[in-house]
Each structure stands twice: as structure tokens, then as C-alpha cells.
């Protein structure tokens, strides 16, 4: 009956581990555990979308959650500069089907 739960489901439900920076009622934070910049944080809804690819009209005022919850956390963590980064399906690079926005940043 269950579908399959995500790495990225199971950090927010707790039952795998992670460094988590910041939570609220619409998305969590935690670092990426192969870090590609000297600060690199993902944010991740709650709600289970897979890819930017399913998003729909409903979802634009969460998604500007994500971008600005990005920009709080840089200044939190002292970045001079960073990118902000959504990878979008196989071809897009993307590896793990829970929405998610890529923070990496530059002190
Ligand atoms: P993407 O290619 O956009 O799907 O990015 C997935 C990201 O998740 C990669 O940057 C991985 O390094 C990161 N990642 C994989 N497993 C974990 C984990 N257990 N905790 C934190 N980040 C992870």
C-alpha cells in the first residue's frame, strides 16, 4: 500500500540522521553530507513533490519559501556570495526525488 518513503522523507521523519540548520511548518534545512562548496544546504519542503517538474500553481508561494529561507540561511552563515541551484529530473542531475533546493555558498 506504502509508497516508497525518500532518503529525504526519512531525514524529516527522523529516522535517518542528518545536520539540521533550521525547521518550520513548511520546510527543513540540513547540510548535504558530500558538501560542494564551503557551505552547502539543502532545502526541503515537507510536502512530497518530487521535482520542480510537478509543480503547479498552488506550490509558488512554498517554493518562494524555499528561495527566501536560502537567503536567511546565507546570511546565517556569513556567505559573501552563493548560488542556489534546483536540479530537475535524470537529465537535470538530479538524484533524489524530494524536491529540494541546493544552497552553496562562499564566506
Ligand atoms: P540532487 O542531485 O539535486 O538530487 O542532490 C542530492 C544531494 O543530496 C546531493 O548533493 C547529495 O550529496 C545529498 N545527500 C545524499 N544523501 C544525503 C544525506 N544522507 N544527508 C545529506 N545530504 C545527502
Redesign the pocket.
Known amino acids: 500500500m506504502s509508497e516508497k518513503k525518500t ?1 529525504f522523507q526519512k ?1 524529516i521523519d527522523g529516522e ?1 540522521p ?1 545536520d539540521f540548520v533550521y525547521k518550520d511548518d513548511i520546510c527543513v534545512a ?5 558538501p ?1 562548496a564551503p557551505v ?1 544546504i ?1 532545502i526541503v519542503p515537507l510536502k512530497p513533490i518530487p521535482s520542480i517538474m510537478e509543480l503547479t500553481p498552488k506550490d509558488s508561494e512554498m517554493v518562494s519559501h524555499l528561495i527566501y529561507t536560502a537567503k536567511k540561511l546565507a546570511e546565517d552563515e556569513a556567505c559573501k556570495g552563493y548560488r542556489l541551484q ?2 530537475v529530473g535524470e537529465k537535470g ?4 526525488f524530494h524536491l ?1 533546493l ?1 544552497l552553496m555558498g562562499w564566506r
Do not use: T
Open positions: 532518503l531525514i535517518i542528518s540540513f547540510r548535504d553530507i558530500n560542494k552547502h539543502l534546483f536540479n542531475g538530479q538524484i533524489i529540494h541546493h
